[in-house]
């Protein structure tokens, strides 16, 4: 293929970042009309179709088939584990790091998927761990 799927992930998470860190501009006088939030909403969807399926594509090339279920549930892990620290925890940091604005949490999730695609950069696509 001509890109991989590390590569349409990183795009697409950078992307994601782009929509959500637009919508935070509202915090310093932005203000968007019913159609001036299309782009930042698109651009998130590009990222949400990416985080959906991405991930376990990029994983997939790189399991034996006969362990495949056992490293998709490990990885289900990575999932969870951080949805639950932000249910226990982004609460009281929105309170009182944000001063309980919503924008702001939004403005956090755009600089969120920007460091998840800088992050991104060290996974190691399948046909490149093989030759090494």
């Known amino acids: 293929t001509k890109f991989s799927a590390k590569a349409i992930h990183i795009a697409c998470l950078t992307i994601g970042g782009i929509g959500l860190s637009s919508l935070g501009l509202t915090l310093f006088g932005v203000e968007f009309t019913k159609t001036g939030l299309i782009f930042p909403m698109v651009c998130i969807g590009i990222a949400w179709s990416s985080i959906l399926s991405m991930p376990y594509a990029m994983l997939s090339n790189a399991l034996p088939a006969e362990k495949m279920g056992f490293y998709m549930g490990v990885f289900n892990f990575f999932i969870v584990i951080p949805q639950i620290c932000v249910n226990l925890f982004f ?42």
Do not use: N, Y
């Open 91 to 132: 609460g009281p940091f929105m309170k009182h790091v944000l001063g309980s604005s919503a924008i702001a949490a939004v403005g956090v999730g755009g600089i969120s998927l920007f460091i998840a695609a800088a992050f991104t950069l060290w996974v190691r696509d399948h046909k490149t761990a093989a030759r090494e």
